[in-house]
């Protein structure tokens, strides 16, 4: 969807679809659906399942998971939370650990 202008989500209680559209008309859609396991809904957001990264070599590795929240704000804006946590070893003796949270907002239009 790099080549997108806009990106359309209409939402139901049991589907997603997720509309891509630039200049020309919809370029990539794709359907959601809560039956498939394709999203949950949990405080009152759509969220996506987890997205696991995971990577070592010789000096050290790390395991990180995102999961996406979407909300509607009460203005009518989509609220986007990435709720990001993370392990990892440095040259396999010191640990790292963390999380972070990324908010984003897109405007109705």
């Excluded at 909300?71 to 070893?89: F, K, P, Q, V």
Aim: glycine share 12%.
């Amino acid at each position: 969807m790099k080549d997108a202008d806009t990106v359309v989500l209409v939402f139901s209680s049991a589907t997603l679809r997720v509309e891509a559209l630039n200049n020309t008309g919809v370029i990539d859609e794709q359907l959601l659906s809560k039956e498939n396991g394709d999203f949950s809904c949990s405080e009152g957001a759509f969220v996506l399942p987890i997205v696991v990264d995971k990577n070592a070599d010789g000096t050290g590795g790390y395991r990180s998971e995102s999961r996406l929240y979407l909300r509607r704000a009460l203005g009518g804006a989509l609220i986007g939370e990435e709720r990001t946590s993370g392990i990892g070893a440095i040259f396999w003796l010191v640990p790292v650990g963390g999380w972070q949270t990324f908010w984003f907002q897109w405007e109705e239009i």
